[in-house]
């Protein structure tokens, strides 16, 4: 006897079939079932329970609502349900009361139920929270534990399902006037940015080359004195006595150095006061230039430590001498003749 192809996709359809309600028998023998519900039974003393946990639908995309219903059927003409929790929710997990807790009586006992939102953002199998019961019979209470169940998130938006038009390429677009305008307009402020931008470049190239022009020409020995005067004045707060003095001395000397030709840094104090004497320099100024010189070896070698009004008013002191020195002389070259004095005008008699 032969026996068709269709009637044996039959028979092999019909076998699974039987093999999954086996299955599904003996997990609710086992109080714990697969699928969109679950279930566990049992008794404590003279109390008989079946807990049911469900959760609607059991696979949903991310964020979407699930419904978590959980009911207790106690048996017992004294079983009273008590009051409902669950433990903490995983962080990828929001649950939120739906339906407030519900009890009715029955003749054979009581039945219990309430419903829970659910949403999921985490994608695969996350885990609801342990939830119970308290059961009150015959002034025992005690605690029943839901079966555990499971929210399965499959994936982050919905399947689009439907008949889907053929792409048929990009769609033609006109330009209107007005977009040629907007494009125009466009097109001549970048060229417009360009060009500011290229004579903001050269000005300030040019005003660069001025400001390095006006550093590098000489100036006066006065002008870097002082400044040099001023910026010890600016660090006199900060510098030790020795330090400050030091600068001082070699400011001078630099200073003395470039107007009277004098080495001032090779000369001891006494031998810079003679030679600028015997090349007549002004007597006060001399004096003064030796007197500021011998303070600052005093605080270079000696460690004296003076007030910090004295030192400003060394600094006040240097900064007189600015003028006070006579320049000095460009002797002629050996050989070279001097020019001729102009003769005296005749008187006309």
Known sequence: ??????????????????????????????????????????????????????????????????????????????????????????????????????????????????????????????????????????GTVDTLDFPPDTLYVDSLTTAITGSVEPDRGPLPTELRPADYAVAIAGALLAIAAILVALWLYRRARRRSRVAARVDDAPQPPEVTFLKSIETLRAEIGSLARDEFYEGLSLAIRVYVTAVTGVPALDRTTGELERELSTRGSDADAVGAIGAM???????????????????????????????????????????STPPPASAPPRAKG
């Not at 959760?55 to 106690?74: F, H, K, N, Q, Y």
């Not at 007189?320 to 460009?330: C, D, M, N, Q, T």
Request: hydrophobic share 40%; aromatic share 4%.
């Open 1 to 138: 006897m032969r026996w068709a192809p269709r009637s044996l996709s039959v028979l092999a359809a019909a076998a699974l079939l039987a093999a999954a309600v086996f299955v599904g028998g003996c997990a609710r023998r086992a109080e714990t079932t697969r699928g969109p519900a679950v279930e566990r039974s049992g008794s404590h003393g003279s109390l008989h329970y079946r807990l049911r946990s469900q959760i609607s639908p059991a696979r949903v995309t991310l964020g979407d609502r699930a419904v978590w219903r959980l009911t207790a059927e106690l048996s017992g003409a004294e079983a009273q349900p008590g009051t409902f929790s669950h433990g903490p929710a995983d962080s990828s997990l929001e649950i939120v009361p739906l339906e407030p807790p519900s009890a009715s009586r029955r003749e054979s006992g009581a039945r219990w139920s309430t419903a829970l939102e659910v949403r999921g953002y985490d994608i695969g199998r996350m885990p609801l929270p342990i939830a119970w019961i308290t059961a009150t019979v015959a």
């Open 293 to 335: 010189l011998r303070r600052s070896d005093l605080a270079k070698f000696a460690r004296h430590e003076d007030p910090l009004v004295e030192a400003r008013e060394a600094l006040d002191g240097a900064a007189a001498l600015s003028g006070r020195l006579h320049p000095r002389v460009e002797e002629p070259a050996p050989g």
